[in-house]
């Protein structure tokens, strides 16, 4: 079946430092890949996207590569700020999902000291 | 009006009550679905609907059943609730079939007494 697994949190950082977090997958087919936050007391927004492998999806400085290969999304932002203090959801959808059924990963808590 | 409204946002019921949850969206999607987000835990797929039928029941508990009666709304209802139940229930919607990506609402944070 498909999975999804981001590195374990919480990642604590310093204002203006470069952000990673790790995420890899299997899929049983060509998977669409995503990247939801959630900001504390909301729910899920799609951040990013990408579609086909080599696609990059970038959104508000964020940036993730679909790398089939190595069958990976890593979430990267060149300097974070206190506002990206959140939760950070890696996703699949899987080609062959009936119902548009999204695999998620367990979430990384991303906390951004000033 | 944003995507998807889910209300109330927050919700304490007794073990004993019942209450629904309501989620509406407003982005013609044809699919909907119910996650549970409890703390510390992976979020959880509970029911989908697309095209108005239920496609996916993940060994929900009977006490939550659900209730499409069209394609903007979806209710969750609850009945004689577990403290353990307590958690966030979050909305979604997308439109199928294709591979876009599904929009949420803001949950109900629900707790049981």
């Known amino acids: 079946g498909d999975s999804v697994t981001q590195m374990e949190g919480p990642v604590t950082l310093s204002e203006e430092a470069f952000l990673t977090i790790n995420c890899t997958y299997t899929a049983t087919g060509y998977p669409s890949l995503f990247w939801y936050v959630q900001y504390p007391g909301e729910g899920l927004q799609l951040l990013l996207k990408a579609t086909k492998a080599d696609d990059k999806g970038s959104n508000k400085g964020f940036e993730a590569t679909y790398r089939k290969e190595t069958t990976s999304f890593h979430l990267e932002k060149g300097s974070v700020q206190v506002s990206d203090s959140a939760v950070y959801f890696c996703a699949l959808l899987d080609r062959d999902n009936a119902g548009n059924m999204l695999t998620f990963g367990g979430g990384t808590r991303l906390m951004v000291k000033p | 009006e944003t995507g998807v409204t889910q209300t109330p946002r927050h919700l304490v019921m007794g073990m004993t009550n019942k209450k629904s949850l309501k989620c509406e969206q407003h982005?013609?999607?044809?699919?909907m679905y119910w996650y549970k987000q409890s703390a510390k835990k992976p979020l959880e797929l509970m029911f989908v609907?697309?095209?108005?039928?239920?496609?996916e029941n993940n060994s929900v508990p009977s006490r939550f059943s659900p209730e499409c009666p069209n394609s903007s709304h979806l209710f969750l209802h609850l009945h004689t609730l577990q403290p353990e139940d307590s958690a966030l229930y979050l909305c979604a919607s997308s439109q199928v079939p294709g591979r876009a990506e599904a929009f949420f609402g803001q949950g109900t944070r629900l707790t049981v007494v």
């Open positions: 609907y697309s095209l108005e039928e239920r496609v």
């Open positions: 982005l013609g999607h044809n699919a």
